[in-house]
T-cell receptor
Framework: GQNIDQPTEMTATEGAIVQINCTYQ??????LFWYQQHAGEAPTFLSY????GLEEKGRFSSFLSRSKGYSYLLLKELQMKDSASYLC???????????FGKGTRLSVIA | DSGVTQTPKHLITATGQRVTLRCSPR?????VYWYQQSLDQGLQFLIH???????AKGNILERFSAQQFPDLHSELNLSSLELGDSALYFC???????????????FGDGTRLSIL
């Protein structure tokens, strides 16, 4: 089976940097996705990692270490609109759908 | 706009009833996935269809069923509804069998189902 762990909640200050961690256990790893979900809305795709290292996309970056089963999402220059849940999801070569973690609820405060 | 269309946006019904949720995937996407999200819960995978065929089943109750039609739209049927079925139901689509680089799952806006 697969197991994905993320912190339940985090709080950070506007303008700051926050790192949201995700650890996973899976067989046949085939990529890791990060999604953002505002309350009551659809998840929206943020990033994809399949090789070790850092992928940067504007204010958001995502890191992957396959040997450690670990990823993080880094959000820079936080804005109030970044308050949302951030979902880590893993793809493996066996099952076809993504398996999602429970998500980390980020609150950005002034 | 993700390109995935779900109808209806809201549905209010009573226990014991049956409802059908509809999903049109993005143009060209062959995979359709259904997820359930209860209040403050994570996304629970229900079922995956690829090009008309069922490919994977998650924690889907026997009271629930789905299908994907030749035009690739999908329907999720929920019957003998219970209070605990109240949730957001999301449909997602992707181009191929598995999500991958430049081929993530894109989600519709969901159907909010309320059982009274």
């Amino acid at each position: 089976g697969q197991n994905i762990d993320q912190p339940t909640e985090m709080t950070a200050t506007e303008g700051a940097i926050v790192q949201i961690n995700c650890t996973y256990q899976t067989s046949g790893f085939n990529g890791l996705f990060w999604y953002q979900q505002h309350a009551g809305e659809a998840p929206t795709f943020l990033s994809y990692n399949v090789l070790d290292g850092l992928e940067e996309k504007g204010r958001f970056s995502s890191f992957l270490s396959r040997s450690k089963g670990y990823s993080y999402l880094l959000l820079k220059e936080l804005q109030m609109k970044d308050s949302a849940s951030y979902l880590c999801a893993v793809s493996n070569s066996g099952n076809t759908p993504l398996v999602f973690g429970k998500g980390t609820r980020l609150s950005v405060i002034a | 706009d993700s390109g995935v269309t779900q109808t209806p946006k809201h549905l209010i019904t009573a226990t014991g009833q049956r409802v059908t949720l509809r999903c049109s995937p993005r143009s060209g996407d062959l995979s359709v996935y259904w997820y359930q999200q209860s209040l403050d819960q994570g996304l629970q995978f229900l079922i995956h269809y690829y090009n008309g065929e069922e490919r994977a089943k998650g924690n889907i109750l026997e009271r629930f069923s789905a299908q994907q039609f030749p035009d690739l739209h999908s329907e999720l049927n929920l019957s003998s509804l219970e209070l605990g079925d109240s949730a957001l139901y999301f449909c997602a689509s992707s181009p191929h069998l598995r999500p991958g680089p430049n081929q993530p799952q894109h989600f519709g806006d969901g159907t909010r189902l309320s059982i009274l």
